[in-house]
Every structure is written in structure tokens, then in C-alpha cells.
């Protein structure tokens, strides 16, 4: 290419000129010009990838699936974060619920997120409709409570599931489990109070997607330069731990294939564009 590399962001984080900065510093440093541009929802992100304006777009999950349902394929998703690899959903009961197996949940009220939820609900929706529950006929779902995150982005809060499943709004509720374990570890939730009743396949979340035609050289140098990052040099562990990461990987395509399923199923492949995100860690 004749121009730097363009790698577009959704701003969601408050911190994404000091993220996106240090990354432009490091490929730059290491001879490969490099902007950024910073798109206010991830509709316009994403329509300026599949578009062709910006070479690179990091993705929240579900603007991940989007983008590969609506440029067909083409946008190649290229690495993650080390915490984005083979992520987990759980579905959690109290304690001393009756409920023992997910054949237990029929009849029952669940808890599963905002809809277009990625963790919470497109991909438990899916995978145990794959395992012979279908949770919109079989279960009562339960919409609770939901908050913006930033302007156009909701979530239920960890906290507000939680408390519907211990004053018994609900009978069981998906969480993220990466978030869920983070908190435990914490002393925040007592693990001993609920059961995990179900795991979910291992997915991936949030990813680097290349733009359509995006030549393999220059893909592929982004991707080594990227996951040459060494979190011991200060500037690199400052943005590292924005990011909530310790490295980049290469990316597993096969880890949205779950996720493009889902959206499919609930007929988001387009629109919305990703208006949910889950932040992969809990604030403090």
C-alpha cells in the first residue's frame, strides 16, 4: 500500500487515544506507518470496513459476526487479545435449587441479558437449541433491568442478574464467565451461594477484522508486528492493561462460527451493528 495502515475503534473506552495512540507509536517505531480513526458506534465502524475506508476494525463480538455475515466472508478476522481466546458462558443456579440439568429448565424463568447480547443470550440461544432446549418456547425469559453503557450500547449490570437469581426473580442466568470468575476471585460473589448448571463450547470474542481485499502481506505483517507486543516495555503494558490483555494471538475464525449462527437465528445480521458489549473485564 502507498498509505499508512488505517485500524479503526469503536470509542467506547474513555482511555482510547492514550490505547490507540500507543499502538500507532509502536508500528510506527517499528517501520510501518500506521493511523488510527475512532468511529462513535459500531455501525459506522463497520460500514467503513466492509466499505473499504479503514484497512483494520477492532470489533466487539457481535459487530464481529456482523461484519463477516455482511461482507460475505471477506473480512478476514486476523487476532485477539490473549483473553478472547476460548471464552465461556455459564449458566448459573442457586445453590439450592432443585434445578440439576438443563432438561430442569424447561418451564422455568431465565435470565439471558439484553437480547442482542453476544455472551448472555446469542450464544446459549444457539448452542442449546443444539442440544435440544429451545429456550424462547420451552423457558420463560426474563428481561431485566438494562442500562446504557455508553450513548446506543446497553447491558444488565453482573449485579442486577445476580440479585434477581438470589431473591428468586429468576431461576437461572447466564453470565460471562471470564467476568463472573474475576469477581469471585475478588471476594464480590460467593461462589458456594449458586451451582454452575451449564458451560457453554469455548468461543472467541473480541477480534481484529481486515477489510475486504486486504493484500495477505500486508495482513500478515500486522499481524506479526502485533503479536510481537512485549508486555514488559512500560509503554506496552500501560496500554495492554487498558485493553485487559498480556498479548495478542492470531485469531481462530472457527471461534465465531457459534456467534454467526446465533445472529443468523435472531436476525441480526445487519442494522444494529453491534449496539451491546460486554467489557471483558469488571471495573474496580
Known amino acids: 500500500m502507498n498509505r499508512p495502515l488505517l485500524v479503526g475503534a469503536q470509542a467506547v473506552e474513555p482511555n482510547g487515544v492514550t490505547i490507540w495512540g500507543a499502538v500507532r507509536k509502536y508500528f510506527i517505531s517499528n517501520g510501518v506507518p500506521m493511523d488510527y480513526a475512532l468511529f462513535s458506534t459500531y455501525e459506522a465502524l463497520d460500514r467503513a470496513l466492509v466499505g473499504g475506508a479503514i484497512d483494520v476494525a477492532w470489533n ?4 464481529q459476526a456482523q461484519t463477516i455475515i455482511q461482507s460475505g466472508g471477506a473480512c478476514r478476522v486476523l487476532a485477539m487479545r490473549d483473553t478472547d481466546k476460548e471464552v465461556t458462558t455459564v449458566m448459573l443456579v442457586r445453590a439450592d435449587s432443585p434445578i440439576q440439568s438443563v432438561s430442569d429448565l424447561r418451564g422455568k424463568r431465565l435470565s439471558l441479558g439484553e437480547h442482542d447480547s453476544s455472551e448472555l443470550s446469542l450464544i446459549p440461544r ?7 432446549l429451545d429456550v424462547d418456547s420451552e423457558c420463560i425469559v ?22 434477581a437469581l438470589e431473591d428468586g426473580t429468576v431461576d437461572a442466568a447466564t453470565l460471562f464467565e471470564p467476568q463472573y470468575r474475576q469477581l469471585v476471585d475478588r471476594g464480590r460473589i460467593d461462589a458456594a451461594a449458586h451451582r454452575v448448571l451449564w458451560r457453554s463450547r469455548p468461543y472467541s470474542h ?8 486486504l493484500p495477505d ?5 500486522f499481524v506479526e508486528l502485533l503479536t510481537a507486543m512485549d508486555y514488559s516495555s512500560p509503554d506496552i503494558k500501560e496500554m495492554m492493561d ?11 475464525a472457527s471461534g465465531w462460527d457459534d456467534l454467526v449462527a446465533g445472529v443468523k437465528e435472531a436476525n441480526l445480521e445487519g442494522g444494529s451493528w453491534g449496539v451491546s458489549y460486554v467489557v471483558a473485564q469488571p471495573r474496580a
Open 60 to 63: 466487539a463480538p457481535l459487530a
Open 126 to 132: 444457539h448452542q442449546l437449541r443444539k442440544d435440544g
Open 206 to 213: 473480541c477480534g481484529f477484522a481486515a477489510r475486504p481485499g
Open 242 to 252: 487498558l485493553e485487559h490483555l498480556r498479548a495478542w494471538v492470531p485469531a481462530d
Open 217 to 221: 502481506d500486508v495482513s500478515g505483517q
Open 142 to 163: 426474563v428481561e431485566l433491568e438494562s442500562k446504557e453503557y455508553v450513548p446506543g450500547i446497553r447491558h444488565v449490570e453482573l449485579r442486577t442478574i445476580m440479585a
